[in-house]
C-alpha cells in the first residue's frame, strides 16, 4: 500500500522518512474518499487538503471525520488555491470541467499532478500539454494495474490475430455513472485501432439497433451496460472463424484503483515535466 520512492525536491523529512503531502481533488467522490483511505493509512504520504464542488455540504468540515476515518485535521474545500502550495502532488478525481478550472489554477504554481477523471473531449488535451511543459503530468482513465496491463495486451491480440477476427469491446458499470463508453474502454477502442492502422474516429462504432446490414470488417464495436452497483467491468471480444478470444478485466472494488493510484504518486513525484499516462507509470510502454 506504500508509495515509496527516492527522496526528491517534491518531498520533506519526517522522522527519517520520505513523506509525500497529497491534495486530493473530488475527495468525497467514490475513487477520491476510496484513495484518501489508503493514503490516510501510508506512512511516506499524508492527505494535505481535500477539495470538493462549492457549496457542497461538508465544506469546512474535517476530512477524515467526514469520511468515518477519525480526525485528520485536513480541512475540506473548495478553493484549491488556498491549498496547492501546501501539496507535492495533486490528485484529480472530479468532472471534465472542474479539472480543467483545478489545472489553470495549479498552472500558477505548477506540481506533479494526477488526473484520473474521464469524459474529456479532445481539446481538453490542448490544456493538459500546457501544464506539462512545466511540470510532470500524469492523465489516465484507469489507474488499476490490471486494466493497464490489459492496454498492453489489447493491441497485441488484435494485431497477432489479424484482420478475419471482429472486434467488439463491452463495459459495465453503476448506474450512477454519468460518460459512456467508459473512458476504459474508449482507450481500449484507440489503442487497438492505431495497432490496426485506423482510428477509433473512423472504425468505432457505438451499439445497434435497428437494420444495420452486415458488419464491417473494419469496425470497432463498443457497447455500454449500465446498473446496479457495478464497479468496473471491460472485456475484449475477438471473434474468428470458429473460434473466440476473450480478454476480460473485472474490478470487485475501487481499491484496485486506489493501489494503483498510490504507484503513479511514486512515478510521478520523480518525472521531468511531461505527459504521461498509467502505462509509463508501471513500465509497460
Do not use: W
Not at 481535500?50 to 480541512?75: I, Q, W
Not at 481500449?188 to 452486415?214: H, M
Amino acid at each position: 500500500m506504500s508509495g515509496s520512492f527516492e527522496k526528491s525536491e517534491y518531498c520533506e523529512e519526517a522522522e527519517g522518512t520520505a513523506v509525500t503531502k497529497v491534495v486530493v481533488c473530488g475527495a468525497l467522490g467514490k475513487m477520491g474518499s476510496t484513495v484518501v483511505r489508503l493514503i490516510s493509512k501510508a506512512q511516506d504520504m499524508r492527505i494535505a487538503a481535500g477539495v470538493e464542488a462549492p457549496n457542497h455540504p461538508n465544506l469546512g468540515e474535517d476530512l477524515g471525520e467526514v469520511l468515518g476515518l477519525g480526525r485528520l485535521a485536513v480541512a475540506l474545500t473548495e478553493d484549491l488555491s488556498a491549498v496547492v502550495g501546501k501539496c507535492d502532488c495533486l490528485l484529480e478525481f472530479s468532472n471534465p470541467q472542474a479539472t480543467i478550472e483545478h489545472l489553470k489554477i495549479a498552472q500558477k504554481s505548477p506540481k506533479p499532478y494526477i488526473v484520473g477523471t474521464t469524459g474529456f473531449r479532445e481539446e481538453h488535451r490542448q490544456g493538459f500539454e500546457k501544464y506539462a511543459r512545466d511540470a510532470p503530468l500524469l492523465v489516465s482513465p484507469n489507474m488499476s494495474v490490471g486494466v493497464n496491463l490489459l492496454f498492453k495486451l489489447a493491441p497485441l491480440v488484435a494485431t497477432t490475430l489479424g484482420d478475419s477476427y471482429d472486434i467488439e469491446i463491452v463495459e459495465a458499470h453503476h448506474r450512477m455513472k454519468a460518460d459512456a463508453p467508459s473512458g476504459t474502454a474508449k482507450r481500449l477502442g484507440e489503442l487497438i485501432a492505431e495497432a490496426l492502422g485506423t482510428n477509433l474516429d473512423l472504425a468505432g462504432v457505438y451499439g445497434r439497433k435497428g437494420f444495420t446490414g452486415e458488419r464491417s470488417k473494419e469496425e470497432i464495436g463498443i457497447h455500454s451496460l449500465r446498473g446496479g452497483d457495478i464497479t468496473g467491468d471491460h472485456t475484449v471480444l475477438y471473434a474468428g472463424p470458429g473460434e473466440r478470444v476473450e480478454l476480460t478485466h473485472r474490478a470487485d472494488s475501487r481499491d484496485a484503483f486506489a493501489y494503483g493510484t498510490i504507484r503513479a504518486i511514486g512515478f510521478v513525484v520523480k518525472a521531468k515535466p511531461g505527459l504521461y499516462d498509467m502505462m509509463d507509470a508501471l513500465g509497460l510502454k
